[in-house]
């Protein structure tokens, strides 16, 4: 229960980054388990998640401020689960992405293993993104 951050440094543009993780299409790109969000208001996102085995669908909230870079987002229920994440310029042609998430669920472990494996994939899809021949 608790607290969870982990950061990873992209190289590509922290607007860059930022727009792509911003984009609520892509969510279901990068965050492990989501099989689909759609926007169904100013900060009102429809999602659809696969969590141990069983499909997971409601409403969450999602606020982005384009000029810090940040975003923050949660759900509704018992698990009080919210987060934040955050793009900074690392210099020289690159960013990082801090992302902290919030949740009284108790399995520590997995949510970490989570958490990373969601920052390898933003690495690994922005950096193929930037480097794919036109």
């Excluded at 609520?24 to 689909?36: A, I, Q």
Aim: glycine share 10%; no cysteine; charged share 25%.
């Amino acid at each position: 229960m608790g607290d969870y951050q982990h950061s990873a440094t992209v190289r590509t543009s922290p607007q860059e980054l930022f727009d792509y993780l911003a984009d609520v299409n892509n969510l279901p790109k990068y965050f492990e388990g989501m099989v689909s969000a759609e926007s169904t208001g100013s900060r009102a996102v429809h999602v659809v998640s696969q969590v141990e085995g069983q499909r997971r669908e409601g409403e969450a909230w999602m606020e982005t401020d384009t000029q810090a870079r940040t975003m923050r987002w949660g759900t509704e229920g018992p698990n009080q689960y919210h987060g934040e994440l955050d793009v900074t310029d690392a210099g020289d042609g690159q960013a990082t992405v801090t992302v902290t998430l919030h949740t009284e669920r108790a399995d520590g472990p997995g949510i970490r293993a989570g958490l990373e494996q969601t920052l390898a994939t933003i690495k690994r899809q922005v950096e193929g993104r930037s480097t794919e021949s036109a």
